[in-house]
């Protein structure tokens, strides 16, 4: 979840790798660090914290120099602190090292090291890779970087520097994401390409098991065998500026305002002259193979799958199971070559969901990536992969990452209807119309925010509430409540509709908020006794439903409207307000929406 930032060229070191940590500080912002080649010497500063407190300790420190690396943290082994912190070195100040993964065989190794003579300063299991390498180093640092990744058990991406290798940097990668930089007379490593947005958009994305080795005017890459290698150059589509704020007070208010853009370009990257195409990532002897649908992910990429679920049965009529990434590995699944299994991640580098894949794809099934970045692990290892059109999503909680998911599954879903002659013609071209209407009601959603503040005025002050929802809506509801404890530390349950009555009901007390999602008009009776049983016992309901909904308005404290709009595509809009609620609510209590406590964008640990 770390993240990782190297530079070698004609420019200052410093300069270059603090920018970069500044755009990958939502992967982990525990402690940030560097260490760059000064006058023959290695120098590390490295501080507990924000990243601006290392920018604020370097303030008056000359580092000036034309290599360096970098690192920003999210804790896994040993507490947040200075000496936890990266980059770690060797003893003798030789050789430094920022890593990206978990080393698991770290004990037995440092115990190894100890034997041997070496001391350790931090709790972490990086220090241990500086020591190897260390202890393996006879003057070629190359060599001595791949006879220690030989004895590395885990995840790992990794950058290393040494001090007689002035004009070289060193990385490697194994599950944990890594891209190279290539600029002119200067080039770059980093764990994401916001990082080095700024300088290129030309970037190879590493391969598992790669090596590279970076000079300012040359790169080489080897494969796990050490065979020299040529990656495929990849440019990057979106640029810096997309990358930051542009004006607003933070990303996630400016990610959620970019909705409308991101939920249609994900439409017309799949719609051609009306008709929906997903011929590239299935064959239409692939569909009729098909007799089971896996959906596997985790946190709001498994909420976008259970939205999947729902619409697969609701307009394709197909089986589908979906399943949390950590868990799908240890349930022993039921998988042949008869079943297409979905895997779903932003980033494309979810470990958990890579392990769930690779799982998958061994016992025969066809694995389908949905995923957000071009070249990012997931999308390589799978048998074929979806883009979402969202851009870069910056901050930590998830919003148009999410909604354009929905859209993929939605777009799936009567594509796979189609194929199978259960929708024709005209009515997917009925359904298609609506969906090209979802942007404009999602940008009306966004006007009206007034009723969305007063919500969240009432919640800022709450420790505890409930969402619930009945059928698609109990999965909006998961969504919304997870939103609500990531970025406000408000603990939330969402439930069915009807089953909060089978005992959570017993901690409803006066003013106990609930928010309740009611779109789904076959429900509507039932979630509106639902509301009626819980109002009897003193809940405070805050209802998000259509602007036609007179019972919701009526039973509800609270209501916050939505467009009206088929009930399969509903959910689309219903989540919008549930977003800002929870950005409004954050805000109100001071926190730091972007970076929430505990929490990093991209999850590259098991």
């Given at each position: 979840m770390c993240g990782i930032v190297g530079y070698i060229g004609k420019g200052d070191a410093k300069s270059v790798v603090l920018q970069g940590l500044e755009k990958l500080e939502y992967r982990g912002y525990d402690s940030a660090g560097i260490a760059v080649i000064k006058d023959s010497k290695i120098r590390v500063e490295k501080k507990k914290g924000k990243l601006v407190n290392l920018v604020d300790h370097l303030e008056n420190i000359d580092l000036k120099s034309h290599i360096g690396i970098g690192h920003t943290r999210w804790a896994t082994h040993g507490e947040p602190s200075d000496r936890n912190s990266h980059p770690h070195y060797s003893e003798d100040m030789s050789i430094a090292v920022v890593h990206n993964g978990i080393i698991e065989n770290y004990s037995s190794l440092k115990e190894e090291l100890i034997n041997k003579g070496y001391k350790f300063t931090s709790d972490t299991d990086t220090e241990v890779v500086a020591h190897l390498i260390h202890s393996v180093y006879k003057g070629d640092i190359f060599k001595a970087v791949t006879e220690t990744v030989k004895k590395l058990r885990g995840s790992y991406a990794l950058g290393i520097i040494h001090k007689d290798f002035q004009?070289?940097?060193i990385c490697t990668r194994k599950d944990s994401p890594l891209v190279i930089g290539i600029g002119?007379?200067?080039?770059?490593?980093?764990?994401?390409?916001?990082?080095?947005?700024?300088?290129?958009?030309?970037?190879?994305?590493?391969?598992?098991?790669?090596?590279?080795?970076?000079?300012?005017?040359?790169?080489?890459?080897?494969?796990?065998?050490?065979?020299?290698?040529?990656?495929?150059?990849?440019?990057i589509e979106w640029d810096y500026e997309q990358a930051t704020k542009g004006g607003y007070p933070h990303f996630m208010i400016k990610e959620i305002f970019e909705q409308p853009k991101s939920i249609e370009e994900t439409?017309?990257?799949?719609?051609?002259?009306?008709?929906?195409?997903?011929?590239?990532?299935?064959?239409?002897?692939?569909?009729?193979?098909?007799?089971?649908?896996?959906?596997?992910?985790?946190?709001?990429?498994?909420?976008?799958?259970?939205?999947?679920?729902?619409?697969?049965?609701?307009?394709?009529?197909?089986?589908?199971?979906?399943?949390?990434?950590?868990?799908?590995?240890?349930?022993?699944?039921?998988?042949?070559?008869?079943?297409l299994a979905i895997f779903?991640?932003?980033?494309?580098?979810?470990?958990?969901?890579?392990?769930?894949?690779?799982?998958?794809?061994?016992?025969?099934?066809?694995?389908?990536?949905?995923?957000?970045?071009?070249?990012?692990?997931?999308?390589?290892?799978?048998?074929?992969?979806?883009?979402?059109?969202?851009?870069?999503?910056?901050?930590?909680?998830?919003?148009?990452?999410?909604?354009?998911?929905?859209?993929?599954?939605?777009l799936l879903s009567i594509y796979l209807g189609e194929k199978k002659g259960l929708i024709k013609k005209d009515k997917a071209a009925q359904l298609i119309a609506s969906l090209y209407k979802v942007p404009e009601k999602v940008r009306k959603t966004l006007e009206n925010t007034d009723m969305i503040k007063t919500v969240a005025n009432f919640m800022k002050d709450k420790h505890n509430g409930f969402y619930i929802g009945r059928g698609v809506d109990f999965a909006t509801a998961l969504e919304g409540s997870l939103k609500m404890k990531e970025i406000t530390y408000i603990h939330t349950e969402a439930f069915p509709a009807g089953e909060l009555k089978h005992g959570s009901i017993a901690l409803i007390e006066p003013g106990t908020p609930v928010v309740v999602v009611?779109?789904?008009?076959?429900?509507?009776?039932?979630?509106?006794?639902?509301?009626?049983?819980?109002?009897?016992?003193?809940?405070?309901?805050?209802?998000?439903?259509?602007?036609?909904?007179?019972?919701?308005?009526?039973?509800?404290?609270?209501?916050?409207?939505?467009?009206?709009?088929?009930?399969?595509?509903?959910?689309?809009?219903?989540?919008?307000?549930?977003?800002?609620?929870?950005?409004?609510?954050?805000?109100?209590?001071?926190?730091?929406?972007?970076?929430?406590?505990?929490?990093?964008?991209?999850?590259?640990?098991?």
């Open positions: 004009n070289e940097i002119e007379g200067e080039n770059f490593i980093a764990s994401d390409v916001p990082a080095i947005l700024k300088y290129t958009k030309n970037v190879y994305f590493l391969e598992d098991g790669d090596f590279a080795r970076l000079k300012k005017d040359s790169i080489e890459i080897f494969d796990k065998a050490l065979n020299s290698v040529k990656r495929e150059i990849k440019v439409l017309n990257r799949r719609i051609h002259d009306g008709i929906i195409d997903f011929s590239d990532v299935l064959s239409d002897e692939e569909i009729k193979q098909f007799n089971m649908i896996h959906i596997v992910a985790c946190g709001t990429a498994f909420h976008a799958g259970l939205q999947g679920q729902y619409a697969l049965r609701e307009l394709a009529r197909t089986n589908s199971f979906v399943q949390i990434a950590s868990e799908y590995r240890y349930m022993n699944p039921f998988v042949d070559e008869n079943t779903v991640s932003q980033s494309g580098e979810t470990l958990d969901t890579l392990a769930a894949l690779k799982e998958a794809k061994s016992r025969g099934a066809k694995t389908l990536a949905i995923t957000n970045v071009v070249g990012s692990t997931i999308s390589r290892e799978a048998d074929s992969t979806i883009y979402t059109m969202a851009g870069p999503e910056i901050a930590v909680a998830s919003t148009k990452a999410y909604t354009t998911q929905v859209i993929i599954f939605q009611a779109m789904q008009s076959n429900l509507l009776e039932k979630t509106i006794s639902n509301i009626k049983e819980l109002k009897a016992r003193g809940a405070h309901i805050t209802t998000i439903s259509k602007n036609s909904c007179k019972e919701a308005i009526e039973a509800s404290d609270e209501f916050i409207g939505v467009e009206d709009i088929e009930d399969v595509f509903s959910v689309l809009l219903a989540v919008i307000p549930l977003q800002l609620l929870s950005y409004y609510t954050s805000v109100q209590k001071g926190i730091d929406v972007d970076k929430p406590r505990n929490l990093a964008k991209s999850v590259t640990v098991e």
